[in-house]
C-alpha cells in the first residue's frame, strides 16, 4: 500500500519571504542572500555532500534557478521476532547538503517547495519489542546546525560526542491523517557517540522548566506548497529561535548544555526517509524537493 503525493506546478502564495526576525533575535547580523541557485552547478566555495548518504537513488541539481533534491530507498525485509533493543525496525537514508563553513552559520532561513513524497505500508502490522506498532516516516525538508559541546570530557578527534544539534523538519508519518500534509516539527538533540549515530532529547521532568528540547506541532504546510524553515542562535540568550512560515518559537536551553565550541560542527539542508522493515515486502520512500532561497547572517556569505 502507497501513500503518494505528486503536485506538478503549483502557484502558492508568498509565505516567509518578507519576514525575519533575525534583526531582533540576537544573531551577530542581519539577514542576506546565501544562495539563489543563479549558477549552472552547485558551488564547491559554498557547499559540500553529504558523505555517507546512502539511499537507493540521489539526485541533486539545479534547475531554473532552484536546487533539485530527489530521493527513493528501501527498506530491508525484517525476520520475525523476537527482538531487542538492537533490532533496526527503519531503515535510514538521507540526502544532504552542507554549508562549506558551518561555524560561521549563527542563522539560516530556507525556502522549500515538497513537489512530492510517499511511504509505503506494510501489509502486516510490524510489532516491536514494547508491543508498539512501528510506523515509517519520512522528512522530506529539514534545516540542522551544530554550534556547541556539553560533554562532561572534551572529545578528542572527530568526534560528535556531546554535541547539541538544533534541528527543524516537516514529517509525514505512513499513518497520517492528511498524505498531503506536512507537520513542522523541532528538536534539540545530544549527541551521544563519536558519529552521532544516536541522539535524543533530554527528559524534562520539571512541569516549570524554562527550558525546551522539542516541539512536534509547529503548523502544517500541504505538499506543493512554498514555505519557510528558519533556525537562529541566539548565543547570548542561550536559546534558539526556530521558525515555520511567520511561526516562530524559542528554545531556551540549559547553560550548562555548552561547555564549549563543537569540534565537528555542521549546518545542513537534507531530506531523511524511514520506511518500515516489513516482514514480507521492502517497503519504498520517496520525495522530490526544491529548495529555492537561502538565507543567512550576511557574515556567513560567500561571492
Not at 532552484?66 to 540526502?95: E, K, Q, V
Not at 534539540?188 to 527528559?203: E, V
Not at 506548497?225 to 531556551?252: C, H, M, P
Not at 514480507?280 to 529548495?291: F, G
Request: proline fraction near 6%; hydrophobic fraction near 40%.
Amino acid at each position: 500500500m502507497r501513500t503518494l503525493i505528486l503536485w506538478g506546478s503549483v502557484c502558492c502564495l508568498s509565505i516567509g519571504i518578507g519576514f525575519s526576525p533575525f534583526n531582533n533575535a540576537g544573531a551577530d547580523d542581519a539577514l542576506g542572500v546565501y544562495e539563489n541557485w543563479k549558477g549552472k552547478f552547485i558551488s564547491p566555495e559554498k557547499w559540500l555532500k553529504g558523505k555517507s548518504d546512502d539511499a537507493f537513488e540521489i539526485v541533486r541539481e539545479i534547475d531554473h534557478n532552484n536546487l533539485i533534491m530527489r530521493t527513493r530507498t528501501f527498506s530491508s525485509i525484517l525476520p520475525l521476532g523476537p527482538y531487542d533493543s538492537s533490532t533496526a525496525f527503519l531503515a535510514s537514508s538521507a540526502n544532504r547538503l552542507f554549508f562549506l563553513n558551518p561555524s560561521s552559520i549563527d542563522a539560516m532561513e530556507v525556502d522549500f517547495r515538497v513537489k512530492s513524497a510517499y511511504v509505503e505500508v506494510c501489509p502486516s502490522p510490524v510489532i516491536n519489542a514494547s508491543a508498539q506498532e512501528v510506523h515509517g516516516r519520512i522528512r522530506p525538508a529539514v534545516i540542522d546546525i551544530v554550534k556547541y559541546n556539553g560533554a562532561e570530557n572534551p572529545p578528542t578527534g572527530i568526534s560528535m560526542t556531546g554535541d547539541w544539534i538544533m534541528r527543524l523538519q516537516v514529517n509525514l508519518e505512513d499513518n497520517a491523517e492528511r498524505a498531503d500534509e506536512l507537520v513542522g516539527q523541532a528538536f534539540l538533540l545530544k549527541c551521544a557517540d563519536a558519529a552521532c549515530a544516536n541522539a535524543s532529547t533530554p527528559p524534562i521532568t520539571d512541569p516549570n522548566s524554562p527550558y525546551k528540547y522539542f516541539d512536534v506541532n509547529l503548523g502544517t504546510v500541504k505538499i506543493g506548497e512554498k514555505f519557510t524553515l528558519r533556525i537562529i542562535w541566539d548565543q547570548a540568550g542561550k536559546a534558539f529561535i526556530v521558525g515555520l512560515n511567520s511561526y516562530n518559537t524559542t528554545f531556551k536551553y540549559d547553560p550548562g548544555d555548552n561547555k564549549r565550541p563543537s569540534l565537528s560542527p555542521f549546518a545542513s539542508i537534507r531530506t531523511q526517509l524511514y520506511p518500515v522493515n516489513c516482514h514480507d515486502q521492502r517497503n519504498e520512500a520517496d520525495a522530490i524537493v526544491e529548495v529555492l532561497e537561502v538565507r543567512t547572517n550576511v557574515s556567513a556569505i560567500v561571492n
